[in-house]
């Protein structure tokens, strides 16, 4: 039996996020596109958004949970890294309260 249920969205959602944080949004969006045509699932924005919201808050937080560690804490790339996908969560709630 499985237990777990998957949101395609959910996970469609994170690679758009994904690609945006590395500087191409155009990819997400195109899966995301191709995701809706052949399924005819057509996903609301504000649940997108809140994806991609949810999923950048969880990797500033894994991230930020390895700085302490001594291997990290004295490389800026990793607070850097942290704080870049903080904006960009709040770039997501702004779209969600605009909505």
């Not at 999923?55 to 870049?84: K, N, V």
Request: aromatic share 10%; net charge negative; hydrophobic share 40%.
């Amino acid at each position: 039996m499985d237990l777990r249920i998957l949101d395609a969205a959910e996970d469609l959602s994170g690679l758009a996020m994904e690609c945006e944080h590395a500087g191409n949004k155009n990819v997400g969006c195109y899966f995301l596109k191709v995701y809706e045509l052949v399924t005819g699932d057509r996903v609301k924005e504000a649940l997108i958004n809140f994806y991609k919201l949810k999923r950048a808050l969880l990797r500033a937080l894994l991230i930020a949970r390895h700085i302490p560690e001594p291997t990290y804490a004295t490389d800026s790339r990793w607070y850097e890294s942290a704080q870049s996908y903080l904006k960009q969560a709040a770039g997501y709630e702004k779209n969600l309260l605009a909505e």
